[in-house]
Structure formats: C-alpha cells, structure tokens
C-alpha cells in the first residue's frame, strides 16, 4: 500500500526546490556583464590641438634626410589627412616615433609634449606611431595632452625607410630635411631632451 507523504512535508517542497536551484545558479554562473559596460568608452573626437604639418608640394627627396613616404595622420581635424615626408621644410624638425603600448614611448611623452609647448614656431614636433592601433594611440595622445600630431604606420613598414628597430627613437632635422642627429631610447628628463635640441638644431627651448 502506497504511504502519502505528511502535509507539512509537501507544502515545503516548492521552498527547498527553490533554494536549491537558487544554490546552483550562484555556484554555476555570474551576473552576465550588460553591453554597456563590457564595450570600452571611444577615444575624443579629436585628441591634438595641432593638425598634422602640411608638406611642401614639389619638395625633392634630401639624401640622408627625411624619406620619401606618405603617411595617414593620427588626428586629421582640419588640417591634412596625410603627410609626406620628404616634403617636411621650413623648420627644425623633432620627429618621435613611439607606440602606445611601449613603456619609455609613455614615460617619455610628456617630456616632448612639453618642449612643444616651449618651442613654439621655432621647432615642429610629429610623432610617428609605429605598430600601433588607431584607439590605443588615441586614448594615448589625448590622456597626455600632446599639442602635436602624429601620422601613423600600424605595420611598421618604416623600419628601412627611417631606419629604427626598437621604440622609441627620436630623429633631429635641419629646416632642409636633412637629418642632423638621434637618440635612440628613452628621453630620460627634460635636461636631456633641451641638450639634444640644441646641440642638433641649433635651438634653445628654455
């Protein structure tokens, strides 16, 4: 002969299933993440205050000076989405190339964001991101506050043309093109960098 189960036992049966398939769930799973959250905030709109260099039309290669190579600006904003090179003139040229993931291209940026700032219509400073993603460089150049752009070369495709192995590197050019010094590595301080400007370009930044 079939026994029923006492009353109290069958009214907290819905209760006890309830805790254990509460206990399970915990155990098993987590609060899914929400789209929102799981998606990272896009860089500004514009991350420089200075649009890339416009470059001299017509301006023939200089030997052993800046290359003949066209490269897409970081941050185009108003000015030129491309520059050329070898058709930089006019000024003294500090050229950076660096990459937002290397650790001395960070430490060192603010130091050159600074002198760009000191220097005025006296130096042009632009960065060359090398290996690098459009976003990470942005973020970047717009957490710093560097005042000057970059163009951008994502396979490193100027290893031969710029002649670099590593980052960073920062390349000194006379208002001609021609490059007149480097320094391979991390810009340590700003001393060091207002030596590097002067006794390669002539200029003091003050």
Not at 44 to 67: F, I, N
Not at 180 to 203: M, P, S
Request: proline content about 9%; overall charge neutral; some cysteine.
């Amino acid at each position: 002969m079939t026994r029923r189960a006492p009353a109290s036992l069958v009214a907290a049966a819905p209760i006890v299933l309830s805790l254990v398939l509460s206990a399970c769930t915990s155990a098993g799973s987590s609060t899914p993440v929400s789209d929102t959250t799981a998606r990272s905030t896009p860089p500004p709109a514009h991350v420089v205050a200075a649009p890339c260099p416009s470059s001299v039309a017509g301006a023939a290669e200089v030997s052993g000076g800046l290359p003949d190579v066209t490269l897409a600006c970081l941050d185009p904003g108003t000015g030129p989405s491309t520059v050329r090179l070898a058709g930089l003139r006019g000024r003294p040229l500090v050229l950076n190339i660096w990459g937002s993931r290397c650790g001395p291209c960070r430490s060192e940026m603010p130091l050159l964001a600074a002198a760009a700032r000191t220097g005025g219509a006296r130096v042009r400073f632009l960065g060359v991101d090398a290996e690098d993603d459009d976003a990470s460089a942005r973020s970047f150049a717009a957490a710093t506050g560097v005042p000057y752009n970059s163009v951008v070369d994502p396979e490193g495709t100027t290893k031969a043309t710029l002649r670099w192995a590593g980052l960073p590197v920062t390349v000194f050019y006379a208002p001609d093109g021609r490059e007149v010094g480097r320094h391979i590595g991390q810009i340590k301080d700003r001393t060091q960098l207002d030596a590097l400007v002067r006794t390669y370009l002539g200029v003091d930044l003050g």
